[in-house]
């Protein structure tokens, strides 16, 4: 028993997308213990697809298809693979009120053309797809042949696949032996450094130990195969809780954490609020922290200060020190923070500037520098010095300055506990 | 006469890596002109390889391998390759000589594995590779096929290809013409809608017209095949005009442009600057304005208003209206609008007031409802509703928001010019 991917998109083909859906699907077949041998890219054409099906029935049992699904005349997945098996199509009353459902819900019509996304063979069952109009289909067209389809918009295909397929593949007796794993996340120390600080720990086989570099942050894998969840996770506690210790306060959460909702929680432990005020990131920190539903509860907002007169009017930045010490200063940045607490009237505050590139640098003040303030709720102002660099881009620059403010945060917050 | 991408590596089937190598060449390939039907990805493993290869030349003539010819035991491209078409290898003693240079420019010695990195099938020749230890080798085993292999490391397998292999693919009468392609980017219409005002283009042969799903917009391919670059777009031109002149204000932009280049440009034209007063995105909407470098030509800054004490207190956003039409409300949408425009004075204003779940929702106001308002230049406001429906997520409901501010300032300005 295996699986194949089999790509469907002529769009793959030019290069237009990236096929991000194969490595999703990779992974999880590899974290099902399913083995998985080849990988198939084809475009939208009935005859080469029916020459792929023909070769992965010889070969796979199971094969996972993404792509084609839409309502427009090049989307034929659906109707070649159940020609390829001689069975004929039937509309799904249920598909059509759930995708004209989906449309009232947006005060707009079904078009004629989105009748098609609710054929599917005889015989066949509904992979549901609860965000998007296309569904995919569950079929077993011939003994010891499983096919399943997605479409291959990557949000919708994650979500049918781990709301439906999932558990199919489960009930099927498929993937019963777990590999589970905890991504244990870093911020203030660089790949290399925290590799040589857990070298010893890399040659061990159960649970493994891998890093990864990530978008502002350094990441550990600690990955074990048991039985059970439960079987896994106590193989890994041990070593993650030995990985805490020699990092400290580097480390800063594990699995869906993220800066932002550590701060989040953080914040929401003290029982104290946030405001942010924001000139090179442009909205992208305020952004970042009303990602978490129920940030309303610390984060009460901001002021976007891009503009020299927005850090001067609104925020109570000194007329001079703007023009002696520039904009990218310590003491704007301390001054932004303090002057949004103030303006806000919340327990803490934030000021970010910094040249974010790929113009504005002087001779003193190269791209990537940036200054973040922080104002505490006894009103004392610190800043800190960064520089991320010219190579990295204007936009990883103002990512990176995001993330170092909620990570400088952090640490205070931790240490005020 | 087409190509084939063949993608060897056991990391891309557990998908530790993204397999970015493939959208090269697809891209590549395209801009050659030169058709490409099927990519497939197979792990290290002999007789597996040996299947792809007996397919692959069944349906194509340039078989275009990656990955696989490194010096360690599972490396075994080339070697699986010769032994399908019962062919020695042979030491390649240039190569050997190659190998030992360059470990000697790093202080280092050739260990005995990389010797391995020297044999090459007889009859084929060495694709050089500029950057790393390991060559490829081009090679015509049998009349009508050509097989080219590359490393699986991106930045030496472009090197190789743009080096070597784009010179000899042309030397041999391929990649003579180009395809050249126009992305054209709509907003406001939906993927079938678009497809149906615009269906009689599909059936086009040269140039060719093809749907895309994107993130918050709808994309038109229009793809021309000719001996230049020039030729291809004046094939383009009619059809995109024609497109054009179909959608109206629907169309945006094409390529590179952005609804954020858009509106950037049109506000430089009109030398009029904007703020903007943000609840629901939280400053998303700046942080997409500040993408732009010199956006601060036109863009001051704005008010991150998450909390309706600051609606209140910062935009003057009038009480009784936030008790009885509620804080999402089109009243709210246009007083935030024009309350950040007298503060930052700036010529326009964008409010944007909306819920984005997952909580929040009321009897009347469900999650996905967004008010956006816009304040002119004469202090006039208007907003208009927008539902993004409730199964989209908090991230999309937002991203939605800031791009329809985007989109119905865009319209405005179009209008006013």
């Not at 249920?94 to 005889?122: C, H, W, Y």
């Not at 932002?260 to 990131?281: F, H």
Request: hydrophobic share 40%.
């Amino acid at each position: 028993m295996s699986a194949e991917v089999i790509c469907i998109g002529t769009e793959l083909l030019l290069g237009d997308i990236l096929n991000t859906n194969c490595q999703y699907l990779a992974q999880e077949l590899a974290n099902l213990g399913i083995p998985h041998y080849y990988q198939t890219v084809v475009g939208d054409n009935v005859s080469r697809i029916h020459q792929v099906l023909d070769t992965a029935i010889s070969r796979s049992s199971i094969l996972i298809f993404t792509g084609g699904l839409g309502p427009t005349p090049d989307d034929l997945t659906t109707e070649t693979i159940a020609s390829f098996f001689d069975t004929p199509l039937y509309e799904d009353p249920q598909i059509i009120q759930d995708i004209s459902r989906k449309f009232a819900s947006v005060g707009r019509e079904m078009t004629p053309s989105n009748r098609k996304q609710a054929l599917i063979p005889q015989g066949a069952i509904t992979l549901p797809n609860p965000t998007g109009t296309a569904p995919g289909i569950i079929w077993q067209p011939k003994e010891g042949i499983t096919i399943m389809t997605f479409p291959g918009v990557p949000s919708e295909m994650y979500r049918m696949w781990q709301d439906t397929a999932v558990s199919f593949l489960k009930s099927q007796g498929w993937g019963k032996s777990t590999i589970y794993s905890e991504m244990m996340r870093f911020r203030g120390i660089g790949e290399s450094a925290l590799a040589e600080k857990v070298v010893h720990l890399f040659d061990s086989d159960n649970p493994t130990v891998a890093p990864y570099a990530g978008k502002g942050e350094v990441r550990l894998r600690v990955a074990a195969k048991a039985d059970s969840q439960a079987e896994a996770k106590a193989l890994i506690e041990p070593v993650a809780n030995e990985i805490k210790n020699i990092a400290g306060l580097d480390y800063f959460g594990s699995n869906e954490d993220t800066l932002t909702s550590v701060v989040g929680k953080l914040l929401q432990d003290a029982n104290q609020t946030l405001s942010v005020a924001e000139s090179c990131t442009g909205g992208g920190l305020g952004a970042m922290l009303t990602e978490i539903p129920g940030s309303s509860s610390y984060f009460l907002g901001g002021v976007i200060a891009y503009a020299n007169r927005v850090k001067k009017n609104m925020l109570n930045v000194n007329s001079q020190d703007l023009v002696e010490q520039g904009a990218v200063s310590g003491a704007v940045a301390e001054q932004m923070a303090l002057g949004v607490k103030n303006l806000l009237q919340t327990d803490w505050g934030i000021g970010i500037t910094g040249i974010a590139g790929p113009d504005g640098e002087t001779e003193t003040k190269p791209v990537g520098l940036v200054y973040i303030g922080v104002a505490n709720p006894e009103n004392k102002t610190i800043s800190q010095q960064y520089r991320f660099g010219s190579t990295r881009g204007r936009e990883l620059v103002r990512c990176l300055s995001s993330y170092s403010a909620l990570d400088l945060l952090r640490r205070i917050l931790i240490k005020r506990k």
